[in-house]
């Protein structure tokens, strides 16, 4: 059997632009001699959709579609599609199954995820059977992402009870099929493969593997569909981040090659903030971004990705010296312009600093407190901010995720934009980005990657001055926000207990500023943003 | 049976803060020769915990307060306390029944809400059973806030199959016991009336509803706990929005008196907001408060609900007229802060506009765009940060539910705060909370009423030049925001086709803005924040 995988990026709501892909891949599929298409997860609405899935209009126009344009489609081939499916004022997360004009099987999907970034308890009722469905004599497995997760031998402990995958072996499959939305993370990707190779060969079945790509708000989709053999080996993998198309036959599968899951590094957070920036421009119309370059290392990290996801001619670095920028960064902050061959343009915060001063302050001269500090990140917010109104830029905010754990970021300044682009990248994932960018020529100047970081808020100030060393902060805030180890186990794992105390209060004490951040395209296993959900009011008892 | 009810206002994790209240509730009661008294849902953690619940430092000390602290108190008294339950990997939402140093009894809540702002599935597995329990000869039916909401008679559609009050009455129970955390919404109180009162009646069985009280972020709860007789009378009802405390004799209730819930009326959303914002300076650690005076409705508005919140000592009102500025607005603003007896600074922003300008135009006059509006609107919020950083208030934004449904409003201008105090009241319903602030005196200058709206970013602007009259854009945005209508069923009513597109076009696409919102205080069924789950990256086909 001839089964084509359709890697698509759909953007969310757009039902008439998702159907338009998804149409002239049946036809692709169709011109190759494909028995079958497969699309991923909810590919015709989009995934997320958060709470479109209830918007009367969207539903209705779904159903319209489903009835008029794809039934039809499926004259000649089957099409296996991921659709909500609405019934009795419920909705079922689906994969429906047309062929013949006709539908032949809907399958629901029964592990709905409702941890870090997943709500589909709030909107989706689980299957209430799993059945194999018979096409052309092959009985196919068809499950939809989590449904392939719950593994009970692969898992130290399952989240669920059930293991579709293990209802359907028993009722007697030829090959797994699983229609996905899995948002990246660093690691994802090899896991996927582990976890997949080791249900292929546990039940010596095929598997077919359809994932999304592309970004839709802070998710991130990584593609990397998947054909495994019988023994567990990588056939075939779909592109990473990028839309792919590969018709494989069942019946004549080429030789289990060593897989290459070993080989995910720094280059696939590289490649996945440059989808999440491409998209998210794209998505919403915008083409052109603005960085505000400090001539440090997170802005210049930004720089160069949105450079990558946009090209050179759509990115416009913007300096702002202070009264206490150092020459060098100003200087770091042209050449990295230059190395990048993006507009720059210099718009000193002097005199509207000045102006603002003696306005604010009694005798007109800096006090040197928080306030002045931040208004200096507050006039730069204004000032691009100004531009992105004027000129039509998207804002990329570029905090990372130290900072923004820390609340060492300016709300209102620093903090303005549109995406955050680096807010889940820890700075020490920063520096290693940094050098992943220069390991072929030096685009960001080597200064950059040396001098130690500073704010450049006040004379001489260091972030060292505020924080702890990046290398020994980095590991608590993963231990906290990540792990969510207790403040016991992170005093054992050899931190000083006042220093984890320390960080932890003013992680807690940051939210107030995370919650209005721009959204964070996410990268880690647990990043700010909808995965997480603290309250801001609490108290914690020391 | 002597029943006491204890309406605390608990904060979010602070279990020790929490447990003090709780213990000398106990006390109290055990003074009053209560036989058992009953605290709402989760009141050791505070209701919503989010996250919090995972936090291991945290369900240690619950589980230590549990043991040391609660069990103990219970000698000579029964106590219901509202607990998260960790058990094998699994949280239940319970109510613990303590009785002489042991626990006697423990009920898990069956329903678990999961839709608007809560995320109730997330954290808690559901009940296994619902059980009377017996204490002095009495069954009692411990239900758990969700689990009494799901009447087949009262409701036209239930959420859920299962309703544990029908089976504690097949089981045989003597009182219905609820123990809840259900945030206020305006109606919400008399909606919760009518329907215990009609469950009580139904089962000819007395009802003990015990609610929080109090502010956590987004959520405000009302309190309002009830005894309701086997008639369906309220017998007493705890004070609205106000901590309170109550004994009643079941072996002796008083006549059933004529409900009072007819009464449910604008002081409600007056009295929720001024808790609203108590609560968020409270136990975050604020105690003053800044509010930017435009001479308008909306700020005079929240300069008002501030003093009744903090007091008028502890309210800074701040002026901050620009070359667009009426005289009149700043008179209006200077008047208001007399009437209230708030501090007002007046800060120009010219200079610092005229400035920017020179910065910002290459020829240095202005071109007045939109630029140049959200640019004024930055100043002031630029201004009102380096006041509250320097000084210490918490900034209370201004802007209203239409503002922010529309997208009238600017990101990190008008949109900075703290907290958003009326992002969830229409700009009609703004008005009516200014003419009950000036039921009995003129507190608000009538002018402020009477003259057009206007954000006065440039020269006669008025709100209408860019927005529906707001008799008409209200319903719109009520019907597509709170009611979840179709542009057809919006049309139906009464609407201008174009117009609903327009207005729904510019809801859709504000949504960037409202993502960066402070945390609105929600007093209608459905409010911008985290009950309301858009994607910002979207597109809808027209």
Same mark, same amino acid.
């Given at each position: 059997?001839?089964?084509?995988?359709?890697?698509?990026?759909?953007?969310?709501?757009?039902?008439?632009?998702?159907?338009?892909?998804?149409?002239?891949?049946?036809?692709?599929?169709?011109?190759?001699?494909?028995?079958?298409?497969?699309?991923?997860?909810? !590919?015709?609405?989009?995934?997320?959709?958060?709470?479109?899935?209830?918007? &009367?209009?969207?539903?209705?126009?779904?159903?319209?579609?489903?009835?008029?344009?794809?039934?039809?489609?499926?004259?000649?081939?089957?099409?296996?599609?991921?659709?909500?499916?609405?019934?009795?004022?419920? *909705?079922?997360?689906?994969?429906?199954?047309?062929? +013949?004009? %006709?539908?032949?099987?809907?399958?629901? %999907?029964?592990?709905?995820?409702?941890?870090?970034?997943?709500?589909?308890?709030?909107?989706?009722? &689980?299957?209430?059977?799993?059945?194999? #469905?018979?096409?052309?004599?092959?009985?196919?497995?068809?499950?939809?992402?989590?449904?392939?997760?719950? =593994?009970?031998?692969?898992?130290?402990?399952?989240?669920?009870?059930?293991?579709?995958? +293990? =209802?359907?072996? $028993?009722?007697?499959?030829?090959?797994? *099929?699983?229609?996905?939305?899995?948002?990246?993370?660093?690691?994802?990707?090899?896991?996927?493969?582990?976890?997949?190779?080791?249900?292929?060969?546990?039940?010596?079945?095929?598997?077919?593997?359809?994932?999304?790509?592309?970004?839709?708000?802070?998710?991130?989709?990584?593609?990397?569909?998947?054909?495994?053999?019988?023994?567990?080996?990588?056939?075939?993998?779909?592109?990473? $981040?990028?839309?792919?198309?590969? #018709? /494989?036959?069942?019946?004549?599968?080429?030789?289990?090659?060593?897989?290459?899951?070993?080989?995910?590094?720094? !280059?696939?957070?590289?490649?996945?903030?440059?989808?999440?920036?491409?998209?998210?421009?794209?998505?919403?119309?915008?083409?052109?971004?603005?960085?505000?370059?400090?001539?440090?290392?997170?802005?210049?990290?930004?720089?160069?990705?949105?450079?990558?996801?946009?090209?050179? @001619?759509?990115?416009?670095?913007?300096?702002?010296?202070?009264?206490?920028?150092?020459?060098?960064?100003? *200087?770091?902050?042209?050449?990295?312009?230059?190395?990048? =061959?993006? +507009?720059?343009?210099?718009?000193?915060?002097?005199?509207?600093?000045?102006?603002?001063?003696?306005?604010?302050? &009694?005798?007109?001269?800096?006090?040197?407190?928080?306030?002045?500090?931040?208004?200096?990140?507050?006039?730069?917010?204004? /000032?691009?901010?100004?531009?992105?109104?004027? +000129?039509?830029?998207?804002?990329?905010?570029?905090?990372?995720?130290?900072?923004?754990?820390?609340?060492?970021?300016?709300?209102?300044?620093?903090?303005?934009?549109?995406?955050? #682009?680096?807010?889940?990248?820890?700075?020490?994932?920063?520096?290693?980005?940094?050098?992943?960018?220069?390991?072929? @020529?030096?685009?960001?100047?080597?200064?950059?990657?040396?001098?130690?970081?500073?704010? @450049?808020?006040?004379?001489?100030?260091?972030?060292?001055?505020?924080?702890?060393?990046?290398?020994?902060?980095?590991?608590?805030?993963?231990?906290?926000?990540?792990?969510?180890?207790?403040?016991?186990?992170?005093?054992?794992?050899?931190?000083?207990?006042?220093?984890?105390?320390?960080? #932890?209060?003013?992680?807690?004490?940051?939210?107030?500023?995370?919650?209005?951040?721009?959204?964070?395209?996410?990268?880690?296993?647990?990043?700010?943003?909808?995965?997480?959900?603290?309250?801001?009011?609490?108290?914690?008892?020391?």
């Amino acid at each position: 059997m001839k089964i084509a995988i359709a890697q698509i990026n759909p953007t969310v709501g757009d039902i008439e632009g998702n159907l338009e892909k998804i149409l002239s891949k049946i036809k692709k599929a169709e011109d190759l001699s494909s028995d079958i298409i497969i699309f991923s997860e909810l !590919s015709l609405i989009g995934y997320p959709p958060r709470d479109l899935l209830y918007n &009367p209009d969207i539903v209705k126009k779904i159903k319209e579609v489903l009835r008029d344009k794809v039934t039809p489609a499926s004259q000649n081939i089957g099409v296996i599609l991921g659709v909500p499916s609405y019934e009795e004022g419920k *909705i079922y997360n689906s994969a429906l199954f047309f062929y +013949e004009g %006709k539908l032949l099987a809907r399958q629901d %999907k029964t592990l709905l995820p409702n941890y870090d970034v997943f709500d589909e308890v709030r909107y989706f009722k &689980p299957a209430r059977f799993t059945h194999p #469905v018979v096409f052309n004599g092959k009985r196919l497995g068809i499950t939809i992402c989590e449904d392939i997760w719950n =593994d009970k031998d692969y898992w130290d402990r399952r989240l669920y009870d059930v293991d579709p995958i +293990e =209802d359907l072996i $028993f009722q007697g499959i030829d090959i797994i *099929i699983n229609i996905s939305a899995s948002p990246y993370h660093y690691g994802k990707r090899n896991l996927r493969i582990d976890m997949l190779s080791y249900i292929a060969k546990k039940y010596k079945k095929i598997a077919v593997y359809v994932n999304q790509v592309g970004g839709n708000d802070e998710l991130i989709f990584d593609g990397s569909s998947l054909v495994i053999d019988e023994g567990g080996c990588v056939i075939w993998e779909g592109k990473n $981040f990028e839309e792919d198309f590969y #018709v /494989i036959d069942t019946e004549d599968i080429p030789a289990g090659k060593e897989s290459n899951h070993l080989k995910e590094d720094i !280059s696939f957070v590289h490649k996945a903030l440059i989808s999440g920036i491409r998209d998210y421009l794209a998505k919403t119309g915008f083409s052109r971004a603005l960085v505000a370059l400090s001539g440090g290392i997170d802005s210049s990290v930004v720089a160069c990705l949105a450079v990558s996801a946009l090209g050179a @001619e759509n990115v416009l670095g913007v300096g702002m010296p202070s009264r206490y920028s150092s020459k060098e960064s100003l *200087i770091d902050a042209e050449i990295l312009a230059k190395n990048l =061959d993006i +507009e720059f343009r210099v718009i000193p915060i002097e005199k509207v600093f000045s102006t603002f001063l003696e306005s604010l302050n &009694p005798r007109g001269y800096p006090v040197m407190d928080i306030a002045e500090e931040n208004l200096q990140a507050r006039i730069r917010g204004n /000032i691009i901010m100004f531009l992105s109104n004027r +000129e039509g830029y998207l804002v990329l905010s570029t905090g990372n995720k130290s900072e923004l754990a820390m609340g060492y970021c300016t709300l209102y300044g620093d903090m303005s934009g549109g995406l955050s #682009v680096i807010g889940d990248v820890p700075k020490t994932m920063v520096y290693e980005l940094a050098r992943f960018i220069n390991s072929e @020529e030096e685009i960001i100047p080597n200064r950059i990657l040396l001098k130690p970081p500073s704010a @450049e808020l006040r004379p001489d100030q260091k972030d060292e001055d505020s924080l702890p060393p990046y290398s020994i902060l980095d590991p608590i805030i993963k231990a906290y926000v990540e792990d969510n180890l207790s403040v016991d186990s992170m005093v054992s794992m050899g931190f000083d207990r006042n220093l984890v105390i320390d960080v #932890v209060r003013r992680i807690d004490s940051a939210e107030y500023k995370r919650r209005q951040s721009a959204p964070i395209l996410k990268v880690t296993t647990k990043a700010f943003g909808t995965g997480r959900r603290m309250p801001i009011v609490w108290r914690r008892n020391w």
